[in-house]
């Protein structure tokens, strides 16, 4: 079976694993990266780990939990931005309005 986002949750969801190896978690920000392109999500690191809908769910197994940082990143590549300190404006705070998972509930 193909791996998938299926769904977003809060921080520390304890109902969801968190990955429990680093090809894995490689594996699944791959699956983020382009579910946020799919969908043109658009929120920053504080919002991935205090928001509601923050958090991705892999499989209904598995939740993409990282640092502030490490979601600039992620939302960085999801634009396309691969410099060294392209994660800054999405880490913290957010360059443009957000747009969140959820925001479709």
Excluded: C
């Excluded at 109902?15 to 658009?42: A, C, H, M």
């Excluded at 939302?75 to 880490?91: C, H, L, P, T």
């Amino acid at each position: 079976m193909k791996s998938k986002v299926t769904g977003w949750t809060h921080w520390n969801d304890k109902r969801f694993e968190e990955p429990s190896t680093n090809n894995k978690w490689k594996k699944f920000k791959q699956l983020v990266i382009q579910e946020i392109r799919d969908k043109g999500y658009r929120f920053s690191g504080y919002y991935h780990q205090q928001g509601d809908f923050g958090v991705p769910v892999i499989d209904g197994k598995y939740r993409f939990e990282v640092s502030m940082r490490t979601w600039g990143k992620v939302m960085a590549e999801a634009e396309r931005n691969f410099g060294d300190m392209d994660y800054v404006k999405w880490a913290w705070d957010a360059p443009e309005k957000e747009v969140y998972p959820g925001d479709e509930h």
